[in-house]
């Protein structure tokens, strides 16, 4: 189900990125927005109208469907965030090391050894 409504959710939001290009803004935009190339099926400001109303719709529904999807991925059990990642295995690093378990805090990292002091002649 959740596939579903991800799949479904990725061609509203292309078709929002469309409407939304599509539209004439202050500039121009695209320039697709106008009747000039559309006949006489619409004039300029019918097909302004459509796009707004279609930009209202398809923004409706996604929101509708972030936020079902955000309800239904709420009691998964699955991971939340990439930020709640254990830690992966830092290439070159000691052999043998395993990841902190979670919820424990990270062991402070030893001091680095000092190079002995050079020594001072003394007369």
Do not use: K, Y
């Not at 006949?39 to 109303?53: E, P, Q």
Request: hydrophobic residues 50%; charged residues 5%.
């Amino acid at each position: 189900m959740i596939t579903v409504l991800l799949v479904l959710h990725f061609f509203v939001a292309a078709a929002l990125i469309g409407v939304v290009l599509l539209q004439r803004s202050e500039g121009g935009g695209l320039g697709i927005g106008s009747s000039q190339g559309m006949g006489n099926f619409m004039s300029g400001r019918g097909t302004a109208n459509l796009l707004t109303r279609a930009t209202g719709v398809l923004a409706a529904v996604f929101m509708a469907l972030a936020l079902a999807l955000g309800l239904m991925n709420q009691g998964t059990g699955r991971q939340r965030s990439l930020f709640d990642a254990p830690p992966a295995a830092v290439p070159g690093g000691p052999s043998g090391a395993t990841p902190a378990a979670p919820g424990s805090t990270p062991a402070a990292p030893a001091a680095p050894a000092l190079p002995p002091a050079p020594a001072v002649p003394t007369n």
